[in-house]
């Protein structure tokens, strides 16, 4: 064989190998107690340090909390939990308390709880991260951020189908945890649009609302009070040791809030960043 046609053979090879993707690697699965959904190669990547505060933090969400964590621990310990879907304003902290609560039980209960999170573009690669999952002695808890979905999105009927409605159905070490800010994850005029266009509009907008029906646990999270907002602000203060008088912290930090239009969680801890800033200490969690 010439070199000229070796060359030729290998220039080929090596297109081949990029139309091909990357190849499958293997996850570990005792790295780490969080993971990314990586389904291009068909991976579960470790997260060595998991952006998440401590349960103690979070606040003005009590009640969802509890349940939350109730569901959470009868899954870790064996027993029947259902999906959740927390749903409601935005910076509440919804996200926020999904990994707190994994956090503190996995602490309790041993390293046997993971954390995975699936992007919602991946959405249609759950199937094979199930497959994945399902051989594993650990138990999952899958997390989706803000999931929603659009018009012409077909991606919510794989969801549908992983979580209750295949014939194999969602595996017993598997639970669902999803965030949205609807809750019936779908936009209000998609909805109204099935029901003006539809030969059947109640049975158009059944389709489409019957995704959150899968979650056996709806959490809603609404705006918060000045007083839950004034008492995040200083459950912060507090936990990161910074230095300023109640009545001046609460003044700012309704200034604060004034500024950005409303009370949250998240405004919370942005005005919390801007006091640490101000009085050079670092927050670490």
């Not at 993707?21 to 780490?32: H, K, N, Q, T, V």
């Amino acid at each position: 064989m010439t070199t000229a046609l070796l060359r030729e053979v290998s220039r080929l090879a090596d297109a081949l190998e990029r139309m091909a993707g990357p190849s499958s690697r293997s996850s570990d699965l005792s790295a780490s107690d969080c993971f990314i959904w990586k389904p291009e190669q068909n991976y579960l990547e470790s997260v060595k340090s998991p952006n998440r505060v401590s349960l103690s933090l979070i606040r003005g969400v009590d009640h969802v909390r509890d349940i939350l964590h109730e569901n959470t621990l009868r899954f870790a310990e064996g027993y029947p939990a259902n999906n959740a879907l927390l749903w409601g304003a935005r910076g509440m902290g919804k996200s926020s308390l999904v990994k707190a609560i994994h956090a503190d039980i996995s602490a309790t209960t041993g390293n046997r709880l993971k954390l995975v999170e699936i992007y919602r573009e991946d959405i249609g690669t759950l199937s094979a991260l199930l497959d994945i999952l399902k051989q594993s002695d650990c138990r999952f808890l899958l997390f989706s951020d803000d999931l929603s979905f659009d018009h012409d999105d077909a991606a919510y009927k794989s969801l549908k189908a992983a979580l209750d409605g295949g014939i194999e159905g969602r595996p017993e070490n598997v639970l669902l945890y999803a965030t949205s800010n609807r809750r019936h994850l779908m936009p209000r005029d998609m909805i109204e649009n099935e029901r003006s266009t539809a030969v059947n509009p109640s049975e158009a907008i059944e389709e489409k609302v019957s995704l959150s029906d899968r979650f056996g646990l709806w959490l809603g999270f609404h705006k918060c009070s000045q007083e839950d907002y004034l008492a995040m602000v200083d459950g912060y203060a507090r936990h990161f040791g910074l230095e300023s008088e109640q009545e001046t912290l609460h003044r700012e930090a309704l200034t604060w809030a004034t500024t950005r239009g409303g009370r949250s969680g998240r405004v919370a801890w942005q005005f919390i960043q801007d006091i640490a800033g101000r009085q050079r200490k670092h927050l670490r969690l």
